[in-house]
Each structure stands twice: as C-alpha cells, then as structure tokens.
C-alpha cells in the first residue's frame, strides 16, 4: 500500500472520529441545557400556581408604645412584620383585624388574613385597655361567625423578656365571641393551629 493511501485512509478516519466526537459533546451540551430549562420552568410554575407561595401581606416597619408600668411606656420598634405566615396569625396591640380559613376533610388546611369584618369567618381584636389592671392588663376578642367551633394555640411576647411563653386560649363557639385577657402587657401575640371543633351551630342553639 502506498504512502499516498495510507495517508488518505489516516486522514479520513481522523476526520469521521472528530466530527462523531463533536456531535457528542454538541448533544451532551443540549442535553444538559434543556435539563436545565424545564427545571427552571417548572419551579417557576410551581410558585405562581401554588396559593401557599404568595408573599404575605406585611405591616410597615412600626414602633409599639406599650405601657409596662402605671408611670412608664416601653417603645419596642419592629420591621416589617406579617398579619398571617404559614397560617399562624401576628397580633400586636391596636390590632383589629380577620382571617379566612380554606377546610378540607374537616381540617383547616389554609389560614389567610382579611381586613373586611364583613368577609372574615374569624375576627380579631387585641388591645391593652385603659380599664383593665390600671391599663396594663391586654385583651383579645375572638368573632367566630362560622357554623362549626374552632379551636387555637397561643404564643406571647412579654416586654423585657427574651423568651417567648404559651398560653391557652379557650375554644370559640360557633357564631359567638370569646374573651382571653392577660394582667400583663403583651408585645406580640401569636395564634396557631387553628381547627374546627365538633360543635356545630345547631348544637350551640339547642
């Protein structure tokens, strides 16, 4: 065999051995993009379909006057801060506002906040009263106008204390009103676990 026909025979393999090995990593580069383009449209997808990846509603930063003693008032400034998050609601004093709550298999599935008394299955209101312990004491009020009792666990902040307490709150009945109240101030109170208890409206008339 020739010098001239080896040389073409080289040439040619070497050729066809490029080019298969460039198609492969041309086609491994593709592969590899269009991953990672579905991957970003689905995540995508995922949080503006799904109800529970919406930004929650948040108060501005504010700074909280709370009277601590009968002489002294206690300034506590807070950032932005929700009026619901993972269907816990955020209550400070002055506050007066809602929720709705999304049921499912009898289970409150979802919590979200809703200014509109009208609108709102449950209604809050937190304050210190000037009337109650010498306007240290706090109170909440709890409006329940669904036809089925409902049920909640409580969190609070206390001025000058670094850790955060439980405290009970009575189960509301359905279509009426609940009173906690508290002889010391409280900063922040937080409301979770929100269910349904097996009293119905029906039963709560006879």
Do not use: C
């Amino acid at each position: 065999m020739t010098d001239a026909v080896l040389s073409l025979i080289f040439s040619t393999f070497y050729v066809g051995s490029s080019s298969k090995l460039f198609a492969m990593r041309s086609l491994r580069a593709f592969i590899i993009a269009t991953v990672i383009l579905l991957a970003a449209a689905v995540s995508l997808y995922a949080q503006t379909s799904n109800p529970k990846q919406k930004a929650s509603i948040t108060r501005e930063p504010f700074t909280l006057r709370l009277k601590i003693d009968k002489e002294h008032y206690s300034d506590i400034h807070f950032d932005r801060q929700p009026y619901v998050s993972e269907n816990e609601v955020y209550l400070f004093p002055g506050d007066k506002f809602g929720v709705n709550l999304v049921i499912r298999d009898d289970r409150v599935v979802e919590v979200h906040y809703q200014p509109d008394v009208q609108k709102a299955d449950v209604w809050f209101g937190f304050e210190q009263p000037k009337e109650l312990q010498d306007g240290l004491g706090m109170a909440l009020t709890i409006d329940n106008k669904m036809k089925r009792g409902v049920s909640m666990e409580g969190l609070m902040s206390v001025p000058g204390k670094k850790d955060v307490f439980k405290t009970s709150i009575l189960p509301v009945k359905a279509g009426k009103s609940g009173l906690e109240s508290w002889p010391h101030p409280i900063s922040q109170l937080v409301l979770g676990n929100l269910q349904l208890t097996a009293e119905s409206a029906s039963q709560t008339k006879k």
